[in-house]
C-alpha cells in the first residue's frame, strides 16, 4: 500500500475517509501546512510507510463535491505535485516507482471540468493523453471541448455500477442527512423572502 501512496493518491473520499491514531500522526509529523490541496495525501504517504493500513468495505462516509471545494482551486496544484514529487524522489527511486502523473492530470481535469474551467480541464486532459496514451484521456479531452458537463453522464454511469447493496446501505444513512440539509436551505430562503 505504502508503494501505491508513492505513486498516486488512492484515498477514495480524500482525507475523509481516513482514521489513525494521534500519536501516530505526531510521530510521522503530522500534516505539511506548507501544502493545502495534497495535504491529505502527503501525510498518507508518511502513515503508509510507517503502518499498516486496513480498508472498511462498508460505506462509512459520502465525498460531496461543490463548487467551493479546495480540490477545485487548481492554481496551486501543479506546484504541490512538484513539491510532493521531490519531497518523496528517493523513495519513489528506491521501489522503482514513478508518479503516476496521467491519474493527477485525470483527476485535475475532472476538477476543472466540473468546475466549469474549460481550458485547465482541457490542458489537464492533454498532458494526461500525452503521458497514458490512452484513449479515455483523449475522450475526456473532447468532451471538456465539446461537452463540458459530461461528468453528470459519468456519475450516473458510476452510480448504476454500484451494487444495490451498496447503495442501500449508502441512502439508509444519507436520507436523514439530506432532510437536514433540504429543511435548512428552505429556513434559508424564507428568511431571505422575508
Known amino acids: ?31 505539511d501546512c506548507g501544502l493545502k490541496i495534497l495535504a491529505d495525501w502527503d501525510l498518507w504517504v508518511r502513515l503508509a510507510r510507517e ?7 462498508d460505506p462509512l462516509l459520502a465525498y460531496r463535491l461543490h463548487e467551493g471545494a479546495m480540490s477545485w482551486q487548481s492554481g496551486q496544484v501543479r506546484d504541490e505535485l512538484h513539491r510532493l514529487e521531490e519531497k518523496y524522489a528517493s523513495w519513489r527511486s528506491a521501489s522503482g516507482l514513478r508518479l503516476d502523473r496521467a491519474s493527477f492530470e485525470m483527476w485535475l481535469g475532472d476538477r476543472a471540468q466540473r468546475a466549469g474551467d474549460r481550458r485547465v480541464a482541457t490542458s489537464a486532459y492533454l498532458r494526461a493523453a500525452a503521458v497514458m496514451g490512452r484513449p479515455k484521456a483523449a475522450v475526456r479531452l473532447v468532451e471538456s471541448l465539446l461537452w463540458p458537463r459530461a461528468h453528470i453522464l459519468h456519475d450516473r454511469y458510476r452510480r448504476r455500477m454500484t451494487s444495490e447493496n451498496h447503495l442501500t446501505g449508502v441512502e439508509a444513512w444519507l436520507a436523514p442527512i439530506r432532510t437536514v440539509e433540504l429543511a435548512a436551505r428552505v429556513s434559508e430562503r424564507a428568511a431571505q423572502a422575508a
Open 1 to 31: 500500500v505504502a508503494d501505491t501512496f508513492l505513486a498516486v493518491h488512492a484515498m477514495p473520499g480524500g482525507g475523509s475517509g481516513v482514521v489513525a491514531r494521534t500519536e501516530l500522526v505526531r510521530r510521522v509529523g503530522g500534516f
Open 51 to 57: 503502518s499498516p493500513l486496513t480498508t472498511v468495505a
